[in-house]
């Protein structure tokens, strides 16, 4: 099982980035997918989850309305559209499967560094 994220840069404030999830070695929807981020000095946080499993797909209450979480399952990537970027959204953005968006994650990609200048 292998997760690889893209997209990562520097943005505006207000901007936006696309961030990529490319997985292998397992069927997107025998999977939940999380989005982290870690700033530097603090505690990783959860951004989004979605299960197909479930039916539901979940955001942080600070990314809510600005972030938008998408999959291509032709291609079995999955995609974290984020708008009306800030600078306290900088960060490593991760991606992450696990058996439900509540369970411990099993996989986890390297992660794609977010900036956002003010």
């Known amino acids: 099982v292998q997760l690889v994220e893209s997209g990562g840069g520097l943005v505006q404030a207000g901007g936006s980035l696309r961030l990529s999830c490319a997985a292998s070695?397992?069927?997107?929807?025998?999977?939940?997918i999380g989005w982290f981020r870690q700033a530097p000095g603090k505690e990783r946080e959860g951004v989004s989850c979605?299960?197909?499993?479930?039916?539901?797909?979940y955001y942080a209450d600070s990314v809510k309305g600005r972030f938008a979480f998408s999959t291509d399952n032709a291609k079995n990537t999955l995609y974290l559209q984020m708008n009306s970027l800030k600078p306290e959204d900088t960060a490593v953005y991760y991606c992450?499967?696990?058996?439900?968006?509540?369970?411990?994650?099993?996989?986890w990609g390297q992660g794609t560094q977010v900036t956002v200048s003010s």
């Open positions: 992450a499967a696990a058996r439900g968006c509540q369970y411990d994650y099993e996989y």
């Open positions: 070695g397992f069927t997107f929807g025998d999977y939940a």
């Open positions: 979605s299960s197909s499993s479930e039916g539901s797909t």
